[in-house]
């Protein structure tokens, strides 16, 4: 997940079918305490188009939202943001890297993720409410677009139905919270808008994703990060196996289903497994060793 701070993602709270009561989970963490030292990292994250992180970008946004009543100070960070990531989408709706995935896949610059357009989708949607900017919902729908077209380079058919793209690899890694997280951007721009196609999307992705939640098992009661076909599975570290057990909490208030409550519970159990997470770690100190992280170009 590109740009998330080393924390505990808990569920925030949220009223579902209103994106403007809240955002799914905590990115409090991502811009601290004080919003002019995360005004000043913002500037610094859009200093450099060519290194700039959207993901980092629209987590900065989401975090100063969820920390809007606490200081007035908090509303520039939100705007600013939004302005952002509104100027830097291309015709088709897709925010581009100007640089080289740095780890695990190999991207070329100009690759685009579907983290970060659902997740730019889902500041666009809560900063247009808040700001009262209504034209802020026309650029979350461009902002989806590239995650409703099946001819998209972020969305791939499997057989259970389309899955989207935190990573555009050939084969494709079918990263597990990236994945999540561009479906809540359909969620709240079919919600705040009444889109038809964000709406479809958002549901048949939720149906993929409870068909294909089994590939994500692994031993012990733990989760796996992606299915790309490495040297060794990628099975994910303890805090992001925790953020699969938040994140499926989280859609399952939004979209109730079976999978979802029972895929949570029987993660938990390896959360709090001290032999499964000591597994879990040492399984990832070895992926890394075979997938050590590289310099981005």
């Not at 987590?59 to 952002?84: E, F, K, Y």
């Not at 970060?116 to 900017?133: H, I, P």
């Amino acid at each position: 997940m590109s740009g998330l701070l080393r924390r505990p993602q808990l569920m925030a709270p949220f009223v579902a079918g209103d994106p403007t009561s809240g955002y799914y989970n905590d990115m409090t963490g991502v811009v601290g305490d004080d919003p002019a030292l995360a005004r000043s990292r913002l500037v610094a994250l859009t200093s450099d188009r060519r290194l700039a992180n959207p993901v980092s970008i629209a987590q900065h946004g989401l975090g100063a939202w969820q920390r809007r009543a606490d200081d007035p100070r908090w509303i520039d960070v939100v705007s600013s943001a939004a302005d952002w990531l509104c100027t830097e989408h291309d015709g088709e709706g897709l925010i581009r890297y100007g640089f080289g995935m740095p780890h695990t896949y190999k991207l070329n610059p100009g690759w685009a993720s579907a983290m970060a357009q659902g997740e730019a989708a889902s500041l666009l949607v809560r900063a247009a409410d808040l700001l009262r900017r209504p034209a802020l919902l026309d650029e979350a729908l461009a902002l989806v677009s590239p995650l409703v077209s099946t001819d998209s380079e972020l969305v791939t058919e499997a057989p259970e139905g389309p899955v989207l793209q935190e990573y555009p690899t050939s084969p494709p890694a079918h990263v597990l919270n990236g994945w999540i997280f561009a479906l809540w951007g359909l969620y709240d721009v079919g919600q705040a808008t009444g889109d038809v196609g964000a709406g479809v999307a958002f549901e048949m992705g939720k149906r993929a994703l409870s068909g294909r939640l089994r590939l994500y098992g692994t031993w012990w009661h733990w989760s796996r990060y992606d299915l790309f076909p490495h040297r060794l599975r990628h099975v994910t570290s303890p805090f992001y196996h925790h953020l699969h057990i938040e994140q499926l909490r989280a859609l399952d208030a939004l979209a109730p289903d079976p999978i979802f409550e029972s895929t949570t519970r029987l993660w938990e159990t390896g959360l709090r497994n001290p032999v499964g997470r000591t597994a879990a770690v040492g399984r990832k100190i070895a992926f890394r060793m075979l997938e050590p992280r590289r310099v981005a170009r």
